[in-house]
């Protein structure tokens, strides 16, 4: 600021300075005592978007072209087509077949199931990097995909709470940060409930496990908070 910078010149100006050999005192620099500094323009002002991460562009994470979104709109188009699948296990069915045999069979204990795509390439594989190699960014990209499924946007409207899942203590020390509340946060923050569940039992990772193997591993794990 101008007080900063006058000052500065009368202290220089007071103790005096070599420079080339030849004595600079009060004289020399008595024109830039109390002189305002230069300073710049203002900066112009920058468009919302740049300010957050997904403002920049980016690399896609699947084809690698440049500039484009975390995960490019062709790669979307042609690894995540939307697709019939069964309201209450999101698993593909028929186009027409309003539910799978399995579900008919045997309801599960939900209103709706909705998923974006299959646990498969290049998807599986951008989950992984951010659960386990803290690639953080990928979260938008993911929500992203989620609220495009036909139906998430309805869903979200109508939900009072979004509720992510908890990780035991252990597990989010090691970690750093909890995916499903990254996820949360980026689908609608003003309803995401960060304790909304709480887990009560710590449980071995699922990796690894059959399906059966997994709905036991989490039996009475989570309670409502």
């Not at 323009?41 to 978007?49: G, H, Q």
């Not at 409207?157 to 980026?186: I, S, T, Y």
């Not at 309803?191 to 997994?214: N, S, Y």
Request: aromatic residues 6%; positive net charge; contains cysteine.
């Amino acid at each position: 600021g101008v007080a900063a910078c006058g000052s500065a010149a009368q202290r220089w100006a007071a103790t005096g300075s070599r420079v080339g050999g030849w004595s600079v005192g009060m004289e020399a620099v008595a024109q830039y005592i109390d002189r305002p500094c230069r300073t710049r323009s203002p900066m112009p002002r920058l468009p919302a978007r740049l300010f957050t991460l997904d403002g920049w562009p980016s690399q896609c994470a699947v084809c690698r072209a440049w500039p484009a979104h975390t995960v490019c709109t062709d790669c979307i188009t042609r690894f995540a087509p939307v697709r019939a699948r069964c309201p209450s296990c999101a698993l593909p069915v028929a186009p027409g077949v309003m539910r799978c045999g399995a579900c008919l069979l045997q309801p599960p204990p939900l209103d709706h199931c909705l998923t974006a795509t299959g646990y498969e390439w290049p998807w599986a594989g951008l989950i992984a990097r951010l659960k386990f190699q803290q690639d953080i960014g990928l979260a938008g990209a993911l929500a992203g995909l989620l609220r495009r499924v036909p139906g998430a946007a309805d869903a979200l409207a109508q939900a009072d709470w979004l509720l992510p899942m908890p990780l035991a203590p252990r597990r989010l020390a090691e970690r750093g940060f909890n995916p499903a509340l990254l996820l949360a946060r980026r689908l609608h923050p003003k309803r995401c409930l960060v304790d909304g569940l709480r887990r009560v039992r710590d449980t071995p990772p699922q990796r690894g496990l059959t399906r059966a193997e997994r709905l036991r591993n989490v039996r009475g794990a989570f309670a409502v908070h």
